[in-house]
């Protein structure tokens, strides 16, 4: 754990001399929100890969990272609902440093912002952290840690009463496939696995980090040998949002799953299986230090939000005496978003559960897309801030180039 008391946060926006390169003008429309450190995302297909600048019409200048798909993205630092701001792109950037860093370490791929890690990602399964657990339960394919701006980790693995929970992960969990029944989820019972198949790509940039990794679930029940039922991809962008007056990390996770043949995943209504998050252990003591949840209904009461559909969930609680917490937002296009919940009863643990309002299926020549956003604090939960940060995914930003 990396732990900063005292540190100074990076300030995004600069001034500097005019600059040449000037080709465009970028106009962003707030829409019917406020924005506040914003991501704002539009094509810019041009200038794949690139690093570019907007200045603003003091002479501010703000990061803009173009993607290998010409997807541009850059921080909005502030804007009024109904209110336009204007840019000009400027194609040679004074700024040529990364300031997320992905860096391969052993079994992980690790990403940091000025030596802070943010997260971690396991790749290949690591070396299992007590003598008591059993080798069915390593796996990668999962992110541990995840840290606060201060250093305060929020995400556990291999916790001592479900061995099998690992960070944030994505595994299903009652489950039929050609008349059998894998558990992706409960590791134990030894009917499935998911194995973590190669990282495609990764990349550090000035505006965020990120990974592509492949993922394939398999049926440990078919004869005459195992059948891979599931393929999967993640792909993560991270982004450090530390130039307001309470810095956060913010993360996007897109899992994209299909069929690996002409049979699909049935999935029989249940209360949890999907996306799964892990909290820290230290809030697994309901007396001196319980787990806090608020969901974006603005319930706090862990019994009342379970079963419910919420846009955006928080979990948190002291770390080592301070205040920490992680929160997840669901996108509106997911499938039967707002999606049902399953907030645990006593232990720190979220789970956004799709079946729980019925049987769903994955079919063959379909994909079955799932996008979420994290975003990672000290200090206490603010609706407000959540509500904005959700409407940020749901509801971007519009924008136009013009003078190209």
């Not at 949002?241 to 049979?263: E, M, N, R, Y």
């Not at 009461?301 to 379970?306: F, N, S, T, V």
């Not at 559909?309 to 920490?324: E, S």
């Amino acid at each position: 754990m990396r732990l900063c008391l005292a540190f100074l946060f990076t300030i995004f926006i600069y001034v500097i001399p005019p600059v040449h390169g000037e080709v465009a003008t970028i106009e962003v429309d707030a829409g019917n929100w406020d924005r506040l450190e914003t991501l704002v995302h539009f094509p810019l297909p041009e200038f794949k890969n690139k690093s570019l600048d907007l200045r603003a019409k003091g002479g501010a200048l703000l990061p803009l990272q173009v993607d290998h798909e010409g997807m541009a993205i850059f921080i909005l630092p502030k804007l009024a609902k109904d209110k336009t701001a204007s840019y000009t792109l400027i194609t040679q950037s004074h700024r040529n440093k990364s300031t997320i860093l992905a860096k391969r370490v052993k079994d992980k791929l690790r990403f940091s912002h000025e030596g802070r890690t943010i997260l971690e990602y396991q790749t290949q399964p690591g070396p299992l952290p007590r003598k008591d657990i059993d080798k069915i339960f390593a796996r990668g394919g999962y992110l541990h840690p995840v840290y606060t701006p201060r250093g305060k980790l929020v995400t556990d693995d291999f916790p001592l009463q479900h061995t099998h929970h690992h960070g944030i992960w994505f595994p299903w969990t009652k489950a039929e496939f050609e008349g059998r029944h894998p558990d992706f989820w409960n590791s134990a019972d030894g009917s499935a696995r998911i194995d973590f198949i190669k990282l495609e790509n990764s990349w550090s940039g000035s505006v965020h980090g990120g990974f592509v990794a492949r993922h394939r679930f398999i049926d440990l029940t078919a004869n005459p040998k195992p059948k891979a039922v599931i393929e999967e991809t993640w792909e993560v962008r991270v982004y450090a949002v530390t130039g307001g007056t309470k810095p956060k990390w913010i993360f996007d996770l897109t899992s994209t799953q299909w069929c690996s043949g002409a049979s699909p995943l049935i999935l029989p209504q249940y209360r949890y299986g999907g996306l799964g998050v892990r909290g820290n252990r230290q809030w697994d003591h309901e007396k001196d230090n319980p787990t806090l949840f608020l969901t974006s209904n603005n319930v706090t009461d862990r019994i009342a939000g379970h079963a419910t559909r919420a846009r955006w969930c928080y979990m948190g609680g002291k770390v080592d005496g301070a205040q920490a917490g992680i929160t997840i937002l669901g996108h509106p296009q997911n499938f039967r978003a707002p999606q049902p919940m399953r907030i645990h009863p006593k232990e720190p643990f979220f789970n956004f559960a799709p079946q729980q309002f019925g049987a769903m299926a994955i079919k063959p020549d379909e994909k079955y897309v799932s996008r979420y956003r994290f975003v990672v604090a000290d200090g206490a939960p603010i609706a407000a801030d959540l509500h904005r940060n959700w409407a940020d995914l749901a509801h971007p930003p519009v924008v136009r180039v013009i003078n190209r």
